[in-house]
């Protein structure tokens, strides 16, 4: 069985230490603040990338799906480096170009195999989506069987954040003004959940306390098979993490706290924090 390489995109917010102890390849997406212009993960850091947010006086950061070159240079290196066989899995279509522009760079490649799983998630759900790919790619398993259980295993994947605001998402176009604006007339922090590629607002409660436990009893729905701990700057992220992972009774092991990048970053602003989980399979509410 020959060699499966694993590539994502920047949109995963995986840690690229991790990334690349398991030899995940991460294709960057683009990053501006103003005129100034960065390759996510490449010469914008995540730590960077929020201490850019929090000057005063900073430009809007916004994103963009990066080239089909982009992805012609790392399914080149891929193959170069001995791979057989590629599965790229992406930040959902629905809410980036960026599987675009990987489909576009596959067909430079028309004798080779390709596989593009569109995760119908974005952060650690593309993530957790990758580990498994490469679980199965050292196990043996072909580029064909990665890709349709990807295609199943997604629909397992569940993100729920609670934001400080939505005004982050209004200005990336996720969520429309009117909603955006509910939020603030109210005072509420939003709770927020991407399923099916959607983002979509799930819940409003009160008081950043209340948002927590309310995410606690959400992630607290179903058996959890791994879990992510997502969050921006300012979240507070470790009594969190301790709190979720006693409620929900999952072994340590499986749960990994992860800072948001400059990818997803901009669409959620400082202050959030929530989780990716993928839940047992077969057991994903409704």
């Known amino acids: 069985m020959g060699r499966v390489a694993v590539v994502t995109d920047s949109a995963s917010d995986m840690d690229p230490a991790r990334a690349a102890s398991l030899g995940i390849a991460i294709v960057p997406l683009v990053v501006s603040f103003g005129t100034e212009t ?28 990066c080239s089909p070159g982009t992805f012609q240079i790392a399914y080149q290196k891929a193959f170069d480096e001995g791979a057989e066989s590629i599965v790229s899995v992406h930040v959902a279509d629905t809410l980036s ?96 959940e991407i399923k099916d ?21 959400l992630f607290s729905a179903r058996p959890i098979e791994r879990l992510s701990i997502l969050h921006t700057t300012d979240a507070d992220v470790e009594a969190f993490a301790d709190q979720i992972v006693a409620a929900v009774g999952i072994d340590r092991a499986k749960v990994t706290i992860d800072l948001v990048g400059p990818s997803v970053g901009p669409h959620l602003g400082p202050g959030c924090v929530g989780g990716v989980a993928l839940w047992t399979e077969g057991s994903r509410p409704g």
């Open 38 to 65: 960065f390759s996510a993960g490449l010469d914008l850091s995540r730590e960077d990338f929020w201490a850019r947010v929090k000057t005063p006086g900073s430009p809007i950061a916004t994103t963009a799906a």
């Open 97 to 192: 170009g960026t599987i675009k522009a990987a489909q576009v760079a596959k067909q430079s490649f028309h004798d080779r195999d390709i596989e593009i799983i569109d995760s119908m998630s974005a952060s650690m759900g593309e993530g957790m989506l990758a580990e498994i790919a490469v679980q199965m790619a050292a196990a043996g398993a072909s580029a064909h069987d990665i890709a349709a259980t990807l295609e199943r295993r997604r629909a397992d994947l569940q993100v729920y954040l609670a934001l400080e605001t939505l005004e982050f998402l209004k200005r990336g176009g996720r969520i429309s003004g009117a909603q955006a604006a509910i939020g603030t007339l109210l005072s509420v922090k939003p709770i927020i």
């Open 197 to 217: 590629g959607k983002v979509e607002t799930t819940e409003r409660v009160r008081t950043r306390g209340k948002a927590r436990e309310r995410l606690i009893e």
